[in-house]
C-alpha cells in the first residue's frame, strides 16, 4: 500500500518568514493533493498536481511535483497568521475517482 | 453551490450504543466518500459511492458500519454497538463526475465513553 510521509511534522515561523513543507511518497503519484485543516474542521482543497515537474501557485502558497514523481513541495512566501493550520499532501489512486491516502499532516504555526 | 454539510457537528454516546451520521453533498455531485480522522493523522478512506452504488468499502470498515445513499442524494453512516476505538472526527466528500477537487464537509466528531 502507498504511504506519504510528511516533514517536518509541525512548523513555528515568524510572520513574514518563508517555509517549505515536503510530502515522499513510497510509489509513483498518479496525483497528488494539497488540503489545508483548521482545527478539528474539514479540508480545504489549495491544489492538485499531476504532471511530473507541475507547478502551481495560489495567492502566496506554490506547490510542485518533482519530476520523477515521488515527491511533493509546498512552499508559502512571506507567512501570515491565516496560514496557520494543518497542511495534508494526498495521494490519490488510481482507481478513476478520488479515493486518496493521506499523510499525517505539518501543523503550521505562524507567530505574529 | 452550499457545500457539503454534516450533521451533527458532535455527538458523545455510550459504548455499545448505535450512531448515525448524515451527509448532504453538493446537490450535482454524483461521487461521495466517508474518510475517518483520528486525532494526529491524516484522513483515511472508509467508503465510496457513485450515485446511489456503493462501490468500493476499505478493510477499516467493519461489519459494524454500514453506509446507505439511497437515492443518490445524501448518505447515512450508521455504526452499532460502538467501541472507544470508533472515537474519531467522521468526514464526507463529494465531486463531480470528472473533476479532480474533492470537497469536504466539516466533519462529525464522534466521542465514544
Known amino acids: 500500500s502507498q504511504e506519504l510521509e510528511q516533514s517536518p511534522q509541525s512548523l513555528i515561523v515568524q510572520e513574514g518568514k518563508n517555509l517549505t513543507i515536503n510530502c515522499t511518497s513510497s510509489?509513483?503519484?498518479?496525483?497528488l493533493y494539497w488540503y489545508k485543516q483548521k482545527y478539528g474542521e474539514g479540508l480545504i482543497f489549495l491544489m492538485m498536481l499531476q504532471k511530473g515537474g507541475e507547478e502551481k501557485s495560489h495567492e502566496k502558497i506554490t506547490a510542485k511535483l518533482d519530476e520523477k514523481k515521488q515527491q511533493s513541495s509546498l512552499h508559502i512566501t512571506a507567512s501570515q497568521p491565516s496560514h496557520a493550520g494543518i497542511y495534508l499532501c494526498?495521494?490519490?489512486?488510481?482507481?478513476?475517482?478520488?479515493?486518496?491516502?493521506f499523510g499525517t499532516g505539518t501543523k503550521l504555526q505562524v507567530i505574529p | 453551490d452550499t457545500g457539503v454539510s454534516q450533521d451533527p457537528r458532535h455527538k458523545i454516546t455510550k459504548r455499545g450504543q448505535n450512531v448515525t451520521f448524515r451527509c448532504d453533498p453538493i446537490s450535482e455531485h454524483n461521487r461521495l466518500y466517508w474518510y475517518r480522522q483520528t486525532l494526529g493523522q491524516g484522513p483515511e478512506f472508509l467508503t465510496y459511492f457513485q450515485n446511489e452504488a456503493q462501490l468500493e468499502k476499505s478493510r477499516l470498515l467493519s461489519d459494524r458500519f454500514s453506509a446507505e445513499r439511497p437515492k443518490g442524494s445524501f448518505s447515512t453512516l450508521e455504526i452499532q454497538r460502538t467501541e472507544q476505538g470508533d472515537s474519531a472526527m467522521y468526514l464526507c466528500?463529494?465531486?463531480?463526475?470528472?473533476?479532480?477537487?474533492?470537497?469536504f464537509g466539516s466533519g462529525t466528531q464522534l466521542s465514544v465513553l
Open positions: 466528500a463529494s465531486s463531480p463526475q470528472g473533476g479532480e477537487k474533492l470537497f
Open positions: 510509489k509513483t503519484l498518479y496525483g
Open positions: 494526498g495521494a490519490l489512486n488510481s482507481g478513476g475517482y478520488q479515493k486518496v491516502t
